[in-house]
């Protein structure tokens, strides 16, 4: 049985009032405050008073009053908009694998509230990862494959009518898919087939004027945030307790993550474990144009933390990886982080040649590294001496601690030095199982 132990507001110190060093996610309020759920199975949202279903291909509006109920593969087509008022509550169904796909050319406008966000959940009493399938967008922005690409496989039982409302990308780098703001996604990533789950939030082709901000997807079987292709920029994103990745970028995808969450637990993740932040340009190279951009992620002010209340442990049984993989040929800028609780912190593909030119596009700086199992491996490599000598120089400010979480995260309440310049961590302080 999971017990969820009490939510606490958190806040990691670094360096001194005259030298603040500002690692994690920040902010001068709490921006999770009110919009975030970390306890959603607490919540009984009713029967639905209106059903989703097939295709939406005029313009629609969602309303609070009501509550939808997403059942089976809902696509919203060509130049249609949805629009969904803050407030408003859809449900996916549990026997029809309830999705929502934005096509290409369409568009979202969810556009939520602090205090009223937009939630899409399970239809289950009892809520468990992986209830309903997940939301998709789906834009005409590039991807570093031949051609377009197509997610038309990744649907249960899809009628051909609707294989055309499946396709993504194309050159338009700054396409807009509408808005995603103050919205939660809870106990997406139904499976498909063995190997493949929906994801809580699929964004493949998605351009850069798409607004995709304070978004949380919880509990999910499949990846949190899936980004194939495209030019995306997502802030204040959270990603908890997932069972596969948090944030996975693919495909040449060009996106920047800015002041975000992610929370994983040693008892929620994938046999074949999980990583918060997976960066790589292929599945299959021969699917692949090398001459179009490969993955790259800028990063900043991240908090990528572990949930264990026994570190050692949790890696002898294999429930703790990795937080951050990076693949060949991909990219990754990433500064004034935190990495907390890992085995170890960051693994770099096998096939990267550890050479000055690979290492510049890997760049880890002003980062805190904290109680992780090791720092930063090339893969199946035990050997990591000249990858802490490059990271480890004093240019790159980078910050490596053996505290447990405890000792980091400070409780506001019991904080005696108001003239500090603190950073808001929102963290769980347990989550294990009887």
């Keep these: 049985m999971k017990k969820i132990t009490q939510i606490m507001m958190l806040f990691l110190i670094i360096g001194s009032a005259s030298a603040q060093q500002e690692k994690g996610i920040i902010g001068t309020e709490n921006w999770l405050n009110n919009w975030t759920d970390f306890d959603p199975k607490r919540i009984d949202y009713g029967e639905p008073s209106q059903i989703l279903t097939g295709n939406i291909s005029t313009d629609t509006k969602l309303y609070k009053k009501d509550t939808y109920l997403l059942l ?33 050319g369409a568009t979202i406008i969810a556009e939520g ?29 590039p991807t570093n494959k031949f051609g377009n690409g197509s997610i038309a496989s990744q649907y249960a039982n899809l009628d051909s009518s609707s294989y055309r409302y499946t396709n993504y990308g194309g050159t338009n780098t700054n396409s807009n898919s509408g808005v995603l703001k103050y919205v939660r996604i809870e106990y997406a990533g139904r499976k498909l087939r063995k190997g493949f789950n929906f ?12 607004v995709l901000e304070n978004i949380m997807v919880s509990y999910c079987e499949g990846d949190s945030f899936e980004i194939l292709g495209g030019n995306v920029n997502l802030l204040k994103a959270v990603s908890y307790c997932s069972n596969s990745n948090d944030f996975k970028f693919n495909l040449g995808a060009q996106s920047n993550l800015e002041n975000s969450l992610a929370v994983r ?64 040929n991909a990219t990754l800028d990433i500064n004034k982080s935190v990495i907390s609780g ?17 290492l510049e596009k890997i760049k880890f700086v002003d980062m805190y590294f904290n109680n992780c199992n090791g720092n930063i491996f090339k893969e199946y490599n035990s050997n990591n001496e000249d990858l802490e000598n490059w ?29 500090y310049r603190l950073r808001i961590n929102k963290i769980i302080a347990a989550n294990s199982k009887n």
């Design 342 to 358: 890992f085995n170890p912190a960051v693994i770099l593909d096998d096939k990267i040649t550890i050479n000055q030119e690979n």
């Design 72 to 104: 089976g593969n809902v696509f919203v087509t060509d130049s249609t908009t949805l629009t969904i008022e803050p407030g408003t509550v859809i449900i996916g169904d549990f026997e029809t694998k309830g999705s929502l796909t934005i096509a290409k």
């Design 265 to 328: 637990s040693p008892y929620a993740t994938s046999s074949a474990g999980a990583t918060c932040l997976q960066i790589t340009s292929y599945d299959k190279k021969e699917e692949v144009d090398f001459t179009k951009e490969g993955t790259s992620v800028v990063a900043k002010n991240l908090t990528l933390f572990n949930d264990s209340n026994d570190l050692s442990s949790h890696i002898k049984m294999g429930l703790i990886k990795e937080a951050i993989f990076i693949g060949e």
């Design 199 to 210: 994801d809580g939030i699929l964004l493949a082709g998605v351009g850069s004027e798409t």
């Design 113 to 141: 509230l602090e205090t009223d966000p937009i939630v899409f959940t399970s239809n289950r009493s009892v809520k468990k990862p992986g209830d309903w399938g997940g939301l998709i967008l789906l834009g005409d922005a």
């Design 391 to 419: 990271y480890g120089n004093r240019s790159f400010y980078n910050v490596y601690a053996k505290s447990q979480n405890s000792e980091t995260f400070i409780d506001l309440k019991n904080n005696k030095r108001p003239d």
